[in-house]
């Protein structure tokens, strides 16, 4: 049996796969409690950043509240932003405006 | 409190009762089914909640199986510390496979004490004149503490091994 698609799952297939096709940005945000080196030590572990550029935007954070950490697909932002949770860091993910 | 480094790891020596009972209790808070450190440890990720669902269904699960294999490594340490010859006090080895753990968990923990105690972040800075409650105080010096062994685990100040842990008489 052939499903003819309705309108609305056409829009919203449309709408996800344009979304997957965005890039994301994983952000992370300043608490008053993780001490700085810690912040730079687990960028460095996961994104596999110099400490100069794992320090740079660490102060980032320190200083605005936030900073986009990485750019690029969606199922690696997630895996990003898993990692950086699973060191406590505060992490979010947004998709980057068109 | 003094800390050592010996080829097995971070020796934490002179460690008071009531620090002993703060450091056992760190496992607990990782694990904590207490809706304030769950939304403290497990953030809201995802602005969109149809997205924000597919990560509390696929991704938080994860984290939490991590964070209870986190616990348990952290708590073998701890089940290790033992009395020091001829007194009170507390030693505790750290060993250098479970020194992440520790750094993760330690994290988790100060965060998880600042959001059950209704701390600012004003409570943080050091010299603070925020008024704090007596339970605050001993939260906030418990997050204190903590960050003295993280500093110490991170290499802040490094430091050389004295050998074998067997070699020490303590």
């Not at chain 1, 994301?24 to 950043?49: A, C, E, R, S």
């Not at chain 2, 480094?5 to 009972?21: I, K, M, N, Q, Y």
Request: with cysteine; charged share 20%; glycine share 6%.
């Amino acid at each position: 049996m052939v499903r003819v698609k309705t309108a609305v799952e056409t829009e919203t297939q449309t709408r996800s796969e344009t979304q997957l096709a965005r890039p994301w940005n994983v952000i992370v945000h300043d608490d008053p409690v993780t001490l700085m080196t810690y912040v730079t030590k687990v960028l460095m572990q996961v994104f596999g950043y110099a400490e100069s550029k794992a320090r740079t935007l660490m102060m980032e954070v320190h200083k605005t509240g936030r900073s986009i950490v990485w750019t690029g697909g969606r199922e690696q932002a997630e895996i990003y932003a898993q990692k950086l949770q699973a060191h406590h860091l505060l992490t979010t993910l947004e998709i980057v405006d068109a | 409190m003094w800390v050592a480094r010996v080829d097995e790891g971070w020796l934490f020596g002179d460690l008071s009762p009531r620090t002993a009972e703060i450091l056992k209790g760190v496992p607990m808070l990782l694990e904590s089914e207490d809706p304030r450190v769950r939304a403290c440890l497990l953030p809201e990720t995802l602005h969109d909640a149809g997205h924000e669902a597919d990560w509390r269904a696929h991704a938080v699960p994860e984290l939490e199986r991590l964070f209870a294999s986190r616990s348990t490594l952290v708590g073998r340490d701890l089940a290790a510390m033992r009395p020091m010859k001829g007194g009170g006090k507390m030693l505790l080895l750290i060993t250098n496979q479970h020194a992440s753990a520790w750094l993760a968990a330690l994290n988790a923990s100060r965060l998880a004490l600042y959001c059950l105690n209704g701390l600012v972040a004003a409570h943080m800075e050091m010299d603070s004149e925020e008024p704090a409650t007596p339970q605050q105080q001993q939260a906030i010096d418990s997050i204190h503490l903590m960050a003295e062994m993280q500093s110490v685990l991170l290499g802040d100040a490094p430091m050389e091994s004295c050998g074998p842990m067997a070699d020490l008489d303590v």
